[in-house]
């Protein structure tokens, strides 16, 4: 097969290729692009030898089309890259900083005490120890549509809160 039939084959067989290149990448629009870039690089080509499955041919450069552009992309930092990484400064907080930091944290805890003791219960089974919406459904006995409003009024309210008081 030579490399004008081999182009051929791409455009009659081009769904197809999508479709399995696709399902290979977990996307359509790089198959596509990937298909498109092959067309081009066939159309570049003289010749391209012995063709037993022009099928596994096309996906075979497709792939490889992949890994290089994939190796191109991830090229390795230099040394002094990685060492101006490493020479960034961390951030000093000043007391009155912390002090400030404290003074919201506590508001934030006050207004949480106002909210109800279910819609309490909810915000900090789900923010803090992970508890699923359903199984707070479930613990409640209402639905979990219902958990995910209430998680929303109080997030909120604490947002209008602290919205309120500048934070």
Known sequence: MNVVELRGFLVANYDLL?????????????????????????????????????????????????????????????????EQLLDIEEAV????????????????????????PRRRDILLSVRLDGVSTRELAQRYGISQRMVEKELKWAHEYCARRMEQHGL
Do not use: Y
């Open 18 to 82: 999508k479709h399995q290149l696709g399902k290979k990448l977990g996307c359509q629009k790089r198959a596509e692009d990937l298909l498109h870039e092959t067309f081009l690089r066939l159309h570049d080509k003289l010749s391209v030898g012995v063709v037993r499955s022009p099928r596994a041919f096309i996906l075979r450069m497709a792939s490889n089309i992949e890994i290089d552009r994939w190796r191109r992309d991830s090229r390795v930092l230099s040394t002094g890259e990685v």
């Open 93 to 116: 907080e000043t007391p009155h900083k912390q002090w400030e930091d404290q003074l919201a944290l506590e508001s934030l805890l006050l207004w949480i005490k106002e909210l109800s």
